[in-house]
């Protein structure tokens, strides 16, 4: 299975980024991006079919039903927790001004650079709980605070500018004012010398990689609360981060109408951590857990829909959905 996984990455990976736009520089369309979200679920719940099959062989049907059932619903987590990178690209290339075409450039590394941050973290994680059961506790509580902080700050909108990371890099690297293309640097002569410079779109790039560390600090103890088989936390993850990219040009358009989501994804950790820090205690089964998250990601998406929809003329409304 792990060979098939790696196999079925790299081939997936290679036919979306050189058979299907390649590297050249296009604006993604709707049509393209409803499609490959779509082969990407589709591949993720293949491989979840595989993986029943594989285990149903090798330990037995309760166990096959078991391991897919922790594979789907941590994809879920995964896939919906993901969904708050989708708003924090939004605004970095709305506050940097990248055109839509050189957006999937920065996202391909983004991606990769995710897959790569992922599974180090995640075999970091699984040693960790291995040898500490307790850390189990402490990934627990970390959620929970992590779940409040998110409901707080759900409405405020990041200082960009006064942003210590933006500051730092525009200290360090000589930053030119306007765009080249898909290019990171560029070399310009200066007083009989030649200067490297960054360009915004490596700005963006950087700022990209970093969120998604952060990200996934908060979403890998969230998977460890459904399993602690590294297999299942690494090939879910995984699964989840693939289709990020086609999701984020699939929603960029009407991300403004899920004005409640974050608000929905704050009570999934919240309930997650509750569920880590009481897993001695009360042991609530996979499939209550995915129910649970399934209708609260449901709930914070038909209630931002509702307050969307609210009729012209009636933004008291809109404010009391």
Do not use: C
Not at 270 to 289: N, T, W
């Amino acid at each position: 299975m792990w060979a098939g996984f790696f196999v079925l990455v790299l081939a997936m990976l290679a036919i979306d980024l050189y058979a299907v736009g390649g590297g050249k520089e296009h604006r993604v369309s709707l049509r393209e991006a409803g499609t490959w979200s779509a082969i990407w679920v589709a591949v993720a719940f293949a491989f979840a079919g595989a993986l029943w099959w594989y285990v149903d062989g090798t330990a037995g049907r309760a166990a096959a039903n078991e391991t897919t059932l922790e594979f789907v619903t941590g994809y879920l987590i995964e896939k919906s927790l993901a969904i708050d990178n989708v708003f924090v690209w939004l605004m970095l290339f709305s506050f940097f001004a990248i055109p839509p075409e050189l957006q999937k450039r920065v996202l391909v590394y983004g991606v990769v650079g995710a897959i790569v941050m992922r599974t180090v973290m995640i075999f970091a994680g699984a040693w960790l709980i291995a040898q500490f059961h307790w850390m189990l506790y402490v990934f627990g509580a970390f959620l929970l605070f992590t779940g409040v902080k998110m409901w707080w700050a759900a409405g405020e909108t990041p200082d960009l500018e006064n942003n210590r990371v933006v500051r730092w890099l525009r200290r360090r690297f000589p930053i030119t004012r306007e765009l080249h293309g898909e290019r990171f640097f560029v070399s310009r002569e200066e007083g009989g010398r030649i200067v490297r410079y960054a360009t915004p779109l490596f700005l963006v790039l950087v700022l990209v990689e970093i969120t998604d560390l952060i990200f996934a600090v908060d979403s890998i103890p969230a998977i460890f609360a459904i399993t602690t088989d590294p297999f299942i936390v690494l090939t879910s993850n995984v699964f989840a981060i693939l289709g990020l990219r086609a999701m984020y040009f699939l929603l960029a358009d009407v991300a403004g109408r899920f004005a409640l989501l974050k608000y929905g994804l704050a009570v999934v950790l919240v309930f997650i951590g509750a569920k880590m820090m009481a897993i001695d205690l009360v042991k609530i089964p996979v499939g209550l857990s995915l129910a649970i998250v399934a209708a609260i990601i449901g709930v914070s998406v038909w209630l931002s829909l509702r307050r969307t929809a609210a009729p012209p003329g009636r933004p008291e409304t809109a404010e009391r959905n």
